[in-house]
């Protein structure tokens, strides 16, 4: 049904005319962001928090603290979200206020704020999405370059908010290759805090941009304020925040400006990312939950269906396959109900094989000594075993070893000057500014696609960061535009892919979680959370994702113990409890189970088809972190309509008789009787109440206590509301 709830008209400030409106509300359901326009027409930033219903008295009240988008040259000394050369060669900013408009459709109001230099014709128009059930807002910033010519955006950032508290906590997640998402949180003291990378690609494989800031005090998960926000870009970010002695915050999120500049043209606009935030006024969980149902409902690619259970041939296989180990592996994945077969890398290149991470890479025709019946023959095969197939490119990059490096050479991202070609995992990056480049990688998936109307999933890999910074696309003047038309060459192949092919899946994979991001996730279905598949290290990695991404969109594989990377030994029933907690899949030989293990596996998936819709459509909570040192882990999910609840519980610590082993439930109907059952095990119980009645209230506040004692051991419960 579409609503147009309010419209509120443009109001244009003409010198000397008294403004009617002075004040700007964006708003959510329980959250406010209140602009205020001053006497000087300048605007601020008043307030961002709980939701304000009454602004009586707001005029007279004298708080507001930071200008909307501060700009260099404004008089101020701080960080600044623009900055810009302009056509007149000099550096100084002021903006103004010159008009807003406001409607709500939908659910969602949509605000702009159009500011203007007060010399130069220099509009800066400041977009919010505020969508009022899910207490999200999105912005980003609208440059346009009226001036009498071209200029140079130094830096333009999504967002400035600003904030005033006694202390501030500062939640992010970094790591590295196998380690991503590590949850990390710190008090912030005087001076900047940077959340960045320069990496150009790969973007999130060390630091993610996204975060979430403790007001006051450390928020709990269940208590405390917090903003929460992630960028949604796959370029360079920088995420500052900058604290002074009068105890205010200042946060500018946006494009990296590191060696970015950027030139407008006369007439030109520039459009920045999104930044998404949420405010919680009840601790860390709910400014998850706000964001994941805001994600599956508006960011995530058909974030209301369903995802397939995936058998993806990587650890299983690596490089050494042929038909017929393939089909050995398809005939173990249908046996265990697997729904897409997945081949990895490995399946191309001919004058240059890629039997290895060596060669090949940018060679996307079917390698015909390994599969000399080609691709259709390995899809028949899945379809007659009942599953769909799916396949693994990584357009973007070349090895030196390749054809495509041997004929397009002015295609690869070069430092110039016959410098040496800096390698990573040996290879190269092709450079997505140019159009051409842009087209040839487009064409990789669109010729797999068209070639193979039945392949109905892409796993879409980027094995290495930008370095070698230099195109041979880009003029003299433009190099440093690089950073950003990749990212932006990106994201129109992407944008092409989806228009294209609706129904084909995509993940994001970038050597595991190098591409966690909304932009991506805008065109991509999933994303490769980490290369890391040991299930205690999972835990770790999915705990951190999951603040800002949710469950539906985190690929999560069983495979084989000993662990590839870790060499830990788990049991199956551990692997599949951790992944289960996202999108199930696997990734191994088949083969390699005994026949109890593979009954234990076809069991497990039979179940996790059952209960899929509450792990991936239901709210997530975090109960017990695994970064504490408890030694549990516990989360639960539950649907939108509380009536079904999965609860999910690891112990990765040995524990004496008497430690802490009760689980406190959360988002339960409090009222309701809960019938418990454990699943996902031979029959055996870790609960006195297995198969019994509980109320919600007491699965709350008294919380169960789950008999885990030795380490890497886990137990999953189904819980049902019985009327
Ligand atoms: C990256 C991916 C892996 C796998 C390999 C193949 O490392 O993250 O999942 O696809 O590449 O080379």
Known sequence: MIRLLIIVVCFVCAIGVPLKAEVVHVETQNTSLIFQIGKNKKVYQFHYGSHIGNLTGIDKMNSIFNEVYPSFGNGESNEVALMVTHADGTMATDLYYNSHSQEVAEGIQSTVIRLKDDKLDLFVNLHFKAYMREDVIEQWVVVENNERNTIALQQVASSAL????????????????????????????????????????????????????????????????????????????????????????????????????????????????????????????????????????????????????????????????????????????????????????????????????????????????????????????????????????????????????????????????????????????????????????????????????????????????????????????????LWIDYAKGLESVFARLKEKYPEVIMQACASGGGRVEYDALQYTHEFWASDNTDPYERLLIQWGTNHFYPAIATAAHVTKSPNHQTGRQTSLKFRFDVAMAGRLGMELRPDDLEKEQVKFAKAAIEKYKEIRPIIQFGDLYRLLSPYDADGYAAINYVSADKSDVILMVYSHKHHRRVERNVVRLQGLDRDANYLIEEINNDGRSHISVNKQLVSGGLLMDRGLKVNLRKPLQSAVFQLKKVN
């Open 162 to 481: 600003g904030f005033k508290a006694e202390s501030y906590y500062l939640t992010h997640f970094n790591g590295s290759h196998s380690h991503e998402m590590r949850l990390t949180e710190e008090r912030l003291v005087n001076g900047v805090k940077s959340i960045e990378t320069k990496r150009g690609v790969r973007t999130t494989e060390y630091d993610n941009p996204s975060f979430m800031l403790s007001l006051k005090e450390k928020a709990a998960e269940d208590n405390g304020e917090v903003i929460a926000g992630a960028l949604a870009w796959s370029g360079n970010y920088k995420l500052a925040f900058e604290v002074d002695d009068q105890e205010r915050c200042q946060m500018i999120t946006g494009i990296n400006p590191f060696a970015s500049t950027y030139h407008l043209e006369k007439g030109e606009m520039f459009k920045t990312p999104r930044m998404i935030t949420s405010y919680s006024a009840n601790g860390k969980n709910q400014a998850s939950v706000n964001l994941h149902r805001w994600a599956r409902k508006y960011n995530l690619r058909d974030g209301d269906k369903i995802r397939p259970i995936v058998l993806n041939s990587w650890e299983g296989a690596y490089f050494s396959f042929d038909a017929k180990r393939l089909k050995e592996m398809m005939d173990g994945a249908a046996e265990m109900g697997v729904e897409i077969f997945v081949l990895d890398d490995g399946w191309f290149g001919n004058k240059y094989p890629r039997n290895n991470a060596r060669a090949g890479l940018g060679d996307w025709q079917v390698n015909k000594k390994k599969l000399p019946k080609g691709i259709d023959d390995l899809i028949d095969y899945a379809e007659s075993k009942g599953m769909q197939f799916g396949i693994w490119v990584e357009p973007e990059m070349v090895n030196p070893k390749s054809e495509l490096a041997e004929k397009h050479p002015e295609w690869i991202v070069q430092r110039m000057n016959d410098r040496k070609k800096l390698l990573e995992r040996n290879q190269l990056l092709l450079d997505l500014s140019n159009p051409k480049v842009q087209d040839f990688v487009f064409g990789v998936v669109d010729d797999i696609l068209t070639n193979h109307p039945r392949v109905s999933y892409i796993k879409w890999d980027a094995n290495r960061h930008l370095e070698n910074f230099g195109s041979t696309y880009l003029s003299n003047e433009r190099q440093s535009h």
